[in-house]
Structures are given as structure tokens and as C-alpha cells.
């Protein structure tokens, strides 16, 4: 039997640097995801827990240049009457304007709530001219609101993984609203240092509008907000959106870091009615304006799992087989010598040989 006929062909270097290329690519992107995407983690989306937002006064207060010279006077409010309610879970609710009026029962009812008839005239109706309304706080702002403290408590847990942890335990940043810009970091150290014995992170009602890009002295876009006076944020209100974005630390095991991403939602307005029904049967209404703080808990968390691990590195191995199907796709088929390279690859056995 004679042998089989062989083709033999010169090296191709343009080829081989081909090969070498994509085999440098592939690694490169096999260290990224390993590495730099975390392919060592078994992930998952975080479980929120409870956001908690708490409110208070600065030890000193001022006279800002909007009670001096403003369009309306201040008043100065504890923490307490300022957050509204006083204890938000996930989302808090701070007034800048308000005006508080009374409404007294008209003569001869006895309550605003026993009404059988609609068109009783002790139907609560504040635009009725039988109940004469007596404003005990006119249209005002609340004085040195931009130097309240805000404090807030978080907490995340894993569904598919034992990871469960509050901030105090976890490093975090509150960042501008282009997600670069470091406004204020929260580790231990920082937290004994403000208040020993806080067990959230706290920084100022000014911090929190200058991360979000928000200045309450600017005219306000609402369309609610009367242009022609040039209406401002303060006034109408402001509502700012504060993602809270959960992470890993790299190769540091279980070791979980958060970030404040605060943005403004632009034409948003918030007001509150507050109705308070006072002993003697008579209505107060506080009518208020302010920030509305909306806590959103993202991110991704893992932790070490040597299956998530081994499967990424088979995954990686085969695409290193991958840089030899492409460049033997184009040896084959769109280099000029294919038909050389075909003839190199395959043996075409001749019966007639035999």
C-alpha cells in the first residue's frame, strides 16, 4: 500500500501571531471575570431589611439669609414636629414651609365627626364660610433646616447565602449624584468620632441636597410651583431618590461595603396635610412642604463557593479551544492559500493506491 499523500507547507507567522492574540485575549478576559467581576462568589440580588431615618436638631441654630431676607418669615421647629411622621421606615419626610390653621367648631355643633347629612353645617368643609378658619402660623419656612442631622440605619440579608449584616458593621460612602464624587465616608473610626454611641450613619440635611445636586433656593420646576413668583424648592418641596448599592470587597471574605447614590427627581413637588382633631372639637391643619428622602436597597452580595469558582475556570478553559476554532475558520475559509491549508489539514485516501 503506498502512503497516503501530504501536502507540506512553509509556516505561516501571520497566522500564528493570530493564534497567540486571541489566546492573550481570552486570558485577559478570563482574569477580569475571576478577579474583577468576582467569579470566585456565589451571588444574589440582596434581601432588604428595615431602613430606619431619624432626625435631629443641631446643638446651635442660625438665622439663615432666607429668614432675614426672604419672601416669608422662619420658625424653628424641634426634630420631631420637623420629620413627619417622626419615624420613617424607608422613607422620611422633612418640612421646609409650613402653615398651621385652626378651625374652631361652628355655634351649635358638638363635633366635626357626627355627621349623618352632607349638607349638615357642621360638615367639616374648610372652604365653608360657616367655619371661619384662624391662622395661628402663617405661610412660613422652617428656619436652619440644612443643618439638621439625618441618621440612618440599614440592613440586608442573603436568600441563598448566610450573609445577613447592618451598616454599622459594613464600610459605606455617600456620593454626588454622578456616582464619582465622594461627599462623606462612614467606617468605625468615622462613626465613633461623630457619635459614639449612634449606631447609623449621620451626616447633615445639607450634605444629603449637595450629593443629590439640590439646592432648596432654586426655582422649582413642579409644575405645581407658581412661576411667576419664581417659586423655589423650599416652597414646593423636593422629592430625591437615594439608592443604597451593596457590594463585596475584593478578596476579602464576606466583607460587604454600601454606597448613597442620592439623585433629585426633577419637577417633583411633596406636601403634606396634617389634620389634628383638638379636644375641644375643632380641626388643625398643618399644611406642610418639604424633602421627601425614598431609601432603595440594590446592589449584588456573595460569598466564596469553590462550584461557582470551578465552574468559571472550565468555562474559561474552553474558551482558549475557542481562539483555535476562529483561526482555523479563517485558515480554511477566507485566508488566499485555504486550499493549501485544507490540503495540509485533511488526508484524502486514494483507493487506487492500494
Not at 432588604?48 to 418669615?73: D, E, H, K
Not at 432648596?216 to 410651583?225: E, K
Amino acid at each position: 500500500m503506498k502512503p497516503l499523500r501530504r501536502q507540506k507547507l512553509e509556516g505561516n507567522h501571520r497566522l500564528g501571531t493570530l493564534y497567540r492574540f486571541f489566546q492573550l485575549a481570552i486570558l485577559a478576559y478570563i482574569i477580569y471575570t475571576l478577579i474583577f467581576k468576582d467569579g470566585y462568589l456565589k451571588k444574589e440580588l440582596p434581601v432588604p431589611g428595615a431602613v430606619r431615618i431619624t432626625l435631629q436638631a443641631p446643638t446651635t441654630l442660625t438665622r439663615p439669609n432666607y429668614c432675614t431676607s426672604g419672601s416669608l418669615p422662619c420658625v424653628y421647629w424641634g426634630a420631631n414636629d420637623i420629620q413627619y411622621p417622626s419615624d420613617g421606615a424607608g422613607v422620611a419626610f422633612l418640612t421646609t414651609r409650613v402653615s398651621v390653621t385652626n378651625y374652631p367648631l361652628p355655634q351649635g355643633c358638638s363635633s366635626f365627626l357626627n355627621i349623618s347629612d352632607p349638607s349638615d353645617r357642621c360638615f367639616f368643609n374648610p372652604k365653608s364660610p360657616s367655619i371661619p378658619p384662624n391662622v395661628t402660623i402663617p405661610k412660613s419656612y422652617i428656619g436652619d433646616i440644612e443643618d439638621y442631622t439625618i441618621m440612618v440605619e440599614h440592613s440586608i440579608r442573603g436568600e441563598a447565602t448566610s450573609i445577613a449584616q447592618r451598616n454599622g458593621l459594613m464600610d459605606g460612602a455617600l456620593m454626588a449624584s454622578d456616582g464619582k464624587t465622594l461627599i462623606k465616608s462612614f467606617t468605625n473610626q468615622t462613626r465613633m468620632k461623630v457619635n459614639p454611641n449612634a449606631d447609623g450613619d449621620i451626616f447633615t440635611v445639607q450634605e444629603i441636597l449637595t450629593a443629590a445636586n439640590a439646592n432648596l433656593d432654586g426655582p422649582s420646576t413642579a409644575p405645581g410651583a407658581d412661576k411667576g413668583s419664581r417659586e423655589t424648592y423650599r416652597s414646593s418641596g423636593i422629592v430625591i431618590a437615594i439608592v443604597i448599592e451593596y457590594m463585596n470587597v475584593r478578596f476579602r471574605r464576606d466583607d460587604i461595603i454600601y454606597k448613597y447614590l442620592p439623585q433629585a427627581i426633577d419637577g417633583n413637588e411633596y406636601k403634606a396635610a396634617q389634620n389634628v382633631l383638638n379636644q375641644d372639637g375643632s380641626y388643625t391643619i398643618i399644611d406642610r412642604h418639604g424633602i421627601r428622602l425614598v431609601f432603595q436597597q440594590h446592589g449584588s452580595i456573595g460569598q466564596f463557593d469553590f462550584i461557582t469558582l470551578l465552574i468559571n475556570i472550565v468555562g474559561a478553559l474552553f474558551l482558549m479551544k475557542f481562539a483555535e476554532i476562529i483561526v482555523e475558520f479563517f485558515m480554511l475559509y477566507c485566508s488566499q492559500n485555504r486550499k493549501a491549508y485544507a490540503d495540509a489539514k485533511y488526508e484524502i485516501a486514494h483507493p487506487e493506491w492500494n
